[in-house]
């Protein structure tokens, strides 16, 4: 089913170019995430094209967390993108972290103002941008563009000490403030942060810019093909500039694609931080969550996750992929996989009035009749039953072939039953449900004496195991306000269902992470922080149909 190779894309035929005329012998990728959040499914996008190309023309792929910015970095995040990377099912060739190439990029910096290309600037950030000037107008240069190369040194220096408090001083680069694009005009490339780094603890109090950052550490590592997203197009030129200025004996190159973008949900961690911080939702791993880590505990695979973003192409314009395009993968993946079984949401108890009080019967049903090497499963029968509420109605429309008074359905796997009678509690609720069997009519028996509409799903209620069903729908109502600053006026009051039922006694052992097709009800998968023995607790992956068409 994945065919990594057979897709071609813009970035893919560049490589082959290069490879082909000798420009790069190996190609060499990253993939570099900013530790400051748990990865989406947009980042599974990078990292797929990134390692799978890596893999297809017999090149390197290493991990780099971009940690420049110690405020908002943690180990927590190093840790969760490592297994992340790794659950998709890439093994990285380096694992390496930019603030490992603190020094270096210190004196890179270094090289720059003694080449009179970079400066110490006393303006504030608030001034810096207001002489920044606009898409039409220049920029101003700083008043303290002029100092002298031994100046600056000095300056550097003591910043680099710990002379100065945050924000009293920055290091720009000393480009053009005329420049039509603006990513040029005296961009900052070091500032003052007196804030304890996840990797280098209190060593330094000065930190590179990302922009400044991220060509040197693509430099270093001997990066062939820098993949990013859009936005980064302007900074290109910076980009070039500042391989090129700091005398980077290797130079990579960069290459834009757009991000990836899903109907009904944020994408970006900042919003994804913001839901866990604010309580909308439990935690990063909330399976309603886009985060991989949400995907995984709701009961994607790696393979559903690939294939859809595959599916998604690379392209250079934005657009916005269905959500339903990767239910359609998660469906494809599991339907030879994921065992079959029944389960009752919400119960309605059934008592067969002709059935021996004390018999139980096994009953055999396939495991998977589209994947017949799972074989067989049994199922206990006996005189009472679970069905779903829903499957019986006192007065029901003509179009109704389920339970009612009078009328005979199949039961999955067992008999054809007839509804005599029912019984209302005070509150005037169906309480239970009397019927009664057919012996002749089970299941495999090549009985053909007469049909009936409808076939409803049961558990058995002496064997039945009780279980929670968590059912899920999107976080975001409107489809394209996932990525608005406003997303939190769109927020799914009900994307959180909870409902107690019972499954198959043939859950029993069922651990964290199995995933199961529960007859009518869709894939579900046994959630890996609230499921224990005794007490089960399926997630809803997805529903069995789909209107999507790919
Ligand atoms: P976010 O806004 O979610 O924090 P980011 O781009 O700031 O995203 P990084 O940790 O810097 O996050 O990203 C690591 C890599 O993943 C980058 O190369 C980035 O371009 C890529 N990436 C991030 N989001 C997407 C997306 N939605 N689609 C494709 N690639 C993405
Ligand atoms: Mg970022």
New binding site residues.
Partial sequence: MENPSASSNFIKNIVMEDLKSGKVDQIVTR???????Y?????????C??FELADEFKGRTNLRF?DTNPLKEDTEYVKSIKEDVAWLGFEWDGLFFASDYFEEMYSRAVLLINKGLAFVDDLSADEIRLTRGTLTQPGQNSPHRDRSIEENLDLFARMRAGEFKDGEKVLRAKIDMSSPNINLRDPVIYRISHTTHHNTGDKWCIYPMYAFAHPLEDAIEGVTHS???L??EDQRPFYDWVVEQCEMEHRPRQYE?????ITNTV??????KQLVDEKIVDAWDDPRMPTISGLRRKGYTPEAIRSFVRETGVAKSYSVADERMLEHFIREDLKLKAPRTMAVLRPLKVVITNYPEDQVEMLDAEINPENEEMGMRQIPFSREIYIEQDDFMENPPSKYHRLFPGNEVRLKHAYFIKCNDFIKDAEGNIVEIRCTYDPETKSGSGFTGRKVKGTIHWVDAKHALPAEFRLFEPLILDEEKGDSDNFMEHINPNSLEVVQGFVEPNMKDAKAQDKFQIFRHGYFNVDSRLSKPGHLVYNRIVSLKSSFAL
């Fill in positions: 993939f570099p995430p900013e530790p400051n959040g990865l989406h499914i947009g980042h599974a996008k990078s990292i094209l990134n971009d993949i990013c997203t936005e980064f694609f757009a991000r990836l973008n994408m970006s961690k900042r919003f994804l």
